[in-house]
């Protein structure tokens, strides 16, 4: 059937079709486009986007296109499935995240992503129109994938249509508000009232009959449409002062088109209602028990009741508007809307007959029941944890206790909760804190607690469920979560680390512990080893527990453990292995096969990239894990992300980006993550040698946990040292000075800090003999491969700035150029200006500061030149951007007008013949 013929009533829109149009043109030229159409039901979004699909300006587009359903918002990824449905096969293939339903453990960053080279695929052969009604029922996980490409598309020939009852989802309205792109649907305006009524009864209404007609409906075409179905045009016409002879409600006015209805007509019209969605027409005959369906579709269709599409395979129907659909449910017998259900159970496929099932019970039906829980149970082994839910909640409502209604309730709140799936969680907490108290009820809020960032709250419930459910065997899969989630809690909040490891050991005593909870049990052990002694104690610990072989041969159920080992070699001073496991587990989570944590490991991968002085990677790094950190509402990870993120802009002399970074850390830090924190505090103000805020930064107030704990101790100690001597307090330097000096001998990278700040400690002394041999030797010591090459750089500088008042002017001027060339190397510009101008008191010529990407570039077109830098090729470095390849190429285009290039090859070497350091 044609999509106009579809809908013959439609009238008026002008303006917001021209929107329409105005974007798709913008798509067209490469300009990404979204509009959000925004309305209450019945209002006309589904017809207005049905007129524009029919015309003209939508042509051309590839279309990819899905529609939500209420029945299906469980279902994890179900939208991103249905759109990726639509694309060639051959494509599709290559995406084993989109094909069929895609793996309900995936991380939504990596479905997200596995559609954002999906569309970059289309759009190399025509501008790709992303068409999606009603996200209003989308089921989450599709919410946040969507949500995530929206932000991550630029410069693409994809526009992105939505509909939705206002308020629209969080997750889609303000990236949608942020292009400018929500198009909000009121009623129709008079005249076009005027118009929907000429064109249904054939004449000319009288101008007041018109006006009520729009007063009364608000300008609702469907209640417009159903009035001028039922209501002969002669009554209305024929005395404007009387009252109108119209329905008082649209449900009212849907059970006048019911009573008018053929009896086999009215029949097809409740069995599609029963079963909901588009179905094949055959389908819907057998369960109306009409044997010719098509002959009596007629009166439903000239209705505007159905909709039907002969032309396309089993010739699918199904009620017009969900409006419509629930008026009709609701007009029917209850009996016979019961028996229609128990045979539409027997029509349908297994996993959906369920709804119909419930639908079709009359009061409790602890058989049912039972039914329900062993399907969930069979959901939950296979990782759908959103539909074992909704099973268990629809048992809960056929249980005849409240004792049983509770308990059900309480293991779907649960299993939701511990998935982290906190928009489920909400709705349903008020009724999770009216059951009973005991320990499912307290695992439940104290694990919604500790996801919405109450730590606080979080720690004396989950303690609670611990304590209540050890003594139970049957209850120690609730004892494993909570005492899990409680050696977590104690680890953000600052905990000392024996009281981590003595939960941990108790969980660890439990019987009959799944292998999950056993992990999740060792890494609290671990964490909790490595806050009370240190990271080598805590590298100890897990090689005891949980021993790994190399990156290269872990498997993905050991991502998490290798996660950890990774995250501790860095807090070892060993980036170089921490580098390696990080970048396997992130590898194994491509395949939809980890099991979370993604942010972290970008995290501390951007903290190793830093330390070894590969700035531009550690950039990188830090943005994806803020990317993957909010698309994931990982709420516990975005101080120590913001933190970190601000370390690199720090050293390269913007102040602005630094502090932005800073203060949002400051908005979101948890205890545990303090010492990042002050960290990036004490290097932005190293950056400005304002030794004052260095000290200040690095001595922590006194209502924050010590920041000097074991676990950041090789990333504080040499800050904090500097700031003593800077400041003077030479007595204090000198007892950190040798506390660096002690840790050397177990981190080893830590040398060559060692030996800068003892020389700078003896200059300060005046001891500059022994100055003099500190530096060298620190400089005698080769390079390895978990050097700080920022610590070496000053090394470098310090020793050339004493050989300069030494007066071995030569020799300083080596020193100082090798210094410069690994600051370039870093684009360290707020420490290059300095070395620069200690040259030019030796009379050397510099050119002006810059490194290996120059700074007239804005931070997306440095990353993307500094990974051309690296050989890596468009795609390559959309997906380690989570952006497209138009939008690399578009970039690129900037990158070469703004540094004067002619392509990709001389950029290359531009950005390479910087890395090239001493």
Not at 63 to 80: K, M
Not at 660 to 665: K, S
Not at 667 to 684: C, D, K, M, N
Not at 823 to 838: Q, S
């Amino acid at each position: 059937m044609d999509l106009a013929a579809a809908e013959p009533l439609f009238v008026g829109r002008g303006a917001e079709l021209a929107v329409l149009d105005r974007a798709a043109e913008a798509a067209r030229a490469g300009h990404m486009g979204v509009v959000l159409v925004e309305g209450k039901a019945g209002v006309g979004k589904t017809a207005l986007l049905r007129r524009w699909l029919a015309g003209d300006g939508s042509s051309g587009f590839f279309v990819l296109r899905a529609a939500c359903d209420l029945a299906e918002s469980d279902v994890a990824y179900g939208v991103v499935e249905q759109l990726a449905r639509k694309a060639p096969p051959a494509m599709l293939h290559r995406y084993t995240l989109l094909r069929g339903a895609a793996s309900a453990r995936a991380s939504v960053v990596q479905v997200g992503g596995q559609m954002l080279r999906l569309l970059d695929d289309l759009q190399g052969k025509s501008p790709v129109l992303v068409v999606v009604e009603d996200v209003h029922w989308a089921d989450e996980r599709s919410l946040q994938a969507i949500g995530f490409v929206l932000r991550r598309l630029e410069a693409d020939r994809v526009l992105m249509v939505l509909t939705a009852r206002p308020p629209a989802p969080d997750e889609l309205r303000r990236p949608a508000i942020e292009r400018d792109g929500v198009l909000a649907l009121a009623g129709l305006e008079e005249s076009a009232v005027a118009d929907l009524a000429r064109t249904a009864t054939g004449r000319e209404l009288d101008p007041a009959v018109v006006r009520r007609l729009w007063r009364h409906t608000g300008g609702s075409p469907l209640y417009l449409r159903t009035i001028l179905s039922e209501v002969p045009a002669d009554r209305l016409h024929s005395d404007p002062d009387r009252s109108l002879p119209v329905p008082t409600s649209l449900a009212s006015g849907i059970r006048m088109q019911l009573a008018g209805l053929t009896p086999d007509a009215r029949a097809v019209v409740e069995a599609a209602a029963v079963l909901g969605g588009r179905r094949p027409l055959r389908t819907v005959g057998q369960l109306a028990e009409v044997s010719e369906p098509s002959a009596a579709l007629a009166p439903a269709l000239r209705a505007d009741l159905l909709r039907w599409w002969p032309a396309e395979p089993f010739c699918p129907v199904e009620v017009t508007h969900s409006l419509q659909q629930d008026a009709i449910l609701e007009a029917m017998d209850p009996l016979r809307r019961r028996a229609l259900h128990t045979r539409a159970a027997g029509l349908v496929a297994s996993g959906a007959s369920w709804r119909h099932k419930v639908a079709a019970a009359d009061g409790p039906d602890p058989a049912l029941a039972q039914d329900l829980e062993r399907a969930a149970r069979t959901c939950l082994a296979s990782g759908d944890v959103d539909r074992a839910a909704t099973l268990l909640l629809w048992s809960s409502d056929l249980v005849p206790t409240r004792e049983e209604r509770e308990r059900l309730l309480l293991t779907a709140a649960a299993h939701l909760a511990i998935a982290t799936r906190v928009g489920r969680v909400t709705p349903l907490i008020d009724a999770v804190r009216a059951c009973a108290r005991n320990p499912l009820r307290a695992l439940v809020t104290g694990l919604y607690a500790m996801s919405t960032g109450r730590l606080d709250a979080a720690g004396p419930d989950l303690a609670e469920a611990f304590d209540g459910s050890r003594a139970d065997p049957s209850l120690h899969w609730i004892a494993g979560v909570a005492g899990g989630g409680l050696g977590y809690t104690h680890y953000f909040s600052g905990a000392p680390g024996k009281e981590i490891v003595q939960v941990s050991r108790q969980v660890l005593s439990l019987d009959d512990l799944d292998a999950p909870l056993t992990m999740w049990a060792k890494c609290t052990l671990v964490l909790g080893r490595m806050s009370a002694d240190g990271p080598q104690a805590g590298l100890r610990e897990l090689q005891a527990v949980s021993p790994l072989p190399s990156a290269r041969h872990v498997t993905p159920d050991q991502a998490w453990t290798l996660i950890l080992r990774g995250c501790t070699h860095v807090l070892c001073g060993l980036p170089s292995r921490g580098r390696e496991d990080l970048v396997r587990s992130l590898e194994v989570s491509e395949t939809g096969a980890g099991q979370g944590l993604e942010e972290t490991a970008l995290l501390y991968l951007a903290i190793a990239c830093h330390w070894t002085g590969a700035w531009d990677d550690a950039a990188i790094h830090a943005a994806a894990a803020l990317t993957t950190a909010t698309t994931e509402h990982r709420l516990y990870a975005y101080g120590g992300i913001y933190a970190v993120s601000a370390w690199v802009p720090a050293g390269r002399g913007d102040a602005d980006r630094a502090r932005y970074f800073l203060d949002a850390a400051e908005q979101h830090i948890l205890p545990y993550q303090a010492g990042l924190l002050h960290v990036g505090r004490a290097l932005e103000a190293q950056a400005r040698a304002d030794w004052p805020a260095m000290l200040e930064a690095v001595n922590s107030p006194p209502r924050d946990p010590p920041i000097h704990n074991a676990a950041h101790r090789v990333l504080w100690k040499p800050l904090h040292a500097e700031a003593l001597i800077r400041t003077e307090r030479l007595v204090e330097a000198a007892a950190e000075v040798d506390g660096l000096r002690a840790m050397t001998a177990a981190h080893p990278a830590l040398s060559v800090a060692a030996a800068w700040l003892s020389g700078q400690l003896d200059e300060a002394r005046g001891a500059i003999d022994a100055a003099r041999a500190s530096y060298e030797t620190g400089l005698a010591a080769s390079a390895g491969e978990n050097d700080n090459s920022l610590h070496r750089a000053f090394l470098e500088h310090a020793y050339g700035r004493h050989l300069t008042a030494t007066g071995h002017s030569q020799q300083a001027r080596t020193w100082l150029e090798r210094a410069r060339r690994r600051y370039g190397a870093m684009n360290a510009t707020a420490y290059l200006r300095r070395c620069d101008a200690d040259l030019a008191d030796l009379g050397t010529t510099v050119a002006s500061p810059g490194g290996a990407v120059p700074d007239s570039l804005n931070v997306r077109e440095r990353e993307i030149a500094h990974l051309v830098g690296k050989g890596l090729t468009n795609k390559e470095i959309a997906g380690r951007l989570f952006i497209s390849s138009k939008t690399v190429e578009y970039h690129l285009g900037h990158v070469y007008a703004k540094l004067g290039l002619d392509g990709r090859r001389q950029l290359r070497d531009l950005v390479q013949q910087y890395v090239r350091t001493p």
